[in-house]
T-cell receptor, first 109, second 115 residues
Framework: DAKTTQPPSMDCAEGRAANLPCNHS???????VYWYRQIHSQGPQYIIH?????ETNEMASLIITEDRKSSTLILPHATLRDTAVYYC??????????WGLGTSLAVNP | SAVISQKPSRDICQRGTSLTIQCQVD?????MFWYRQQPGQSLTLIAT?????????ESGFVIDKFPISRPNLTFSTLTVSNMSPEDSSIYLC????????????FGQGTRLTVV
């Protein structure tokens, strides 16, 4: 079973920030939080990952709560091309990625 | 990053036949993974393929049905044997450079339809 809980779907207006939540209350101390997305008919794409500090890259920001039981992926200025299914995964070293159903994000014009 | 080429991109096959899917990576990688994604579902790991050893299969998947080869550090194949309509899925190859907290890269997938 997936170790994360995500809302099944979200909407966001183009140009606005998309904030995608993820609950991972059973995360272990050595497990990282990974975010991937899958645009329709494509393979999944890595976005970002983190352990306990907030992380930012050219695609997104990852905010992890102090107790590490939840996190939020932030797409600062969503575009139509960001419409995809977003997967939050927790995994440790030498780990298998266990995929849940993710959040289907629709960015609307 | 790693560039992964998967072939074929799609195929329609008769039940009872077998299909071999190829995964070519543009650089040497330690771990390669094969996933299945059934319609409307998430990804399910079939097996982990490491060069020089037999693949490690996940629960519910067996070597006779999904034989895997990993002849070198840049190539792997997955065969879907004795296909039935229930095998209609997208099959995805994935790689990681090391086992230590690196991101996974995916091919574009093979969309298989069994009729």
């Amino acid at each position: 079973d997936a170790k994360t809980t995500q809302p099944p779907s979200m909407d966001c207006a183009e140009g606005r920030a998309a904030n995608l939540p993820c609950n991972h209350s059973t995360i272990s101390g050595n497990e990282y939080v990974y975010w991937y997305r899958q645009i329709h008919s494509q393979g999944p794409q890595y976005i970002i990952h983190g352990l306990k500090n907030n992380e930012t890259n050219e695609m997104a920001s990852l905010i992890i709560t102090e107790d590490r039981k939840s996190s939020t992926l932030i797409l600062p200025h969503a575009t139509l091309r960001d419409t995809a299914v977003y997967y939050c995964i927790v995994a440790g070293n030498n780990r298998k990625l266990i995929w849940g159903l993710g959040t289907s994000l629709a960015v609307n014009p | 990053s790693a560039v992964i080429s998967q072939k074929p991109s799609r195929d329609i096959c008769q039940r009872g036949t077998s299909l071999t899917i190829q995964c070519q990576v543009d650089s040497q990688v330690t771990m390669m993974f094969w996933y299945r994604q059934q319609p409307g579902q998430s990804l399910t790991l079939i097996a982990t393929a490491n060069q020089g050893s037999e693949a490690t299969y996940e629960s519910g998947f067996v070597i006779d049905k999904f034989p895997i080869s990993r002849p070198n550090l840049t190539f792997s194949t997955l065969t879907v044997s004795n296909m039935s309509p229930e095998d209609s899925s997208i099959y995805l190859c994935s790689v990681e450079r090391t086992a230590m907290n690196t991101e996974a890269f995916f091919g574009q997938g093979t969309r298989l339809t069994v009729v």
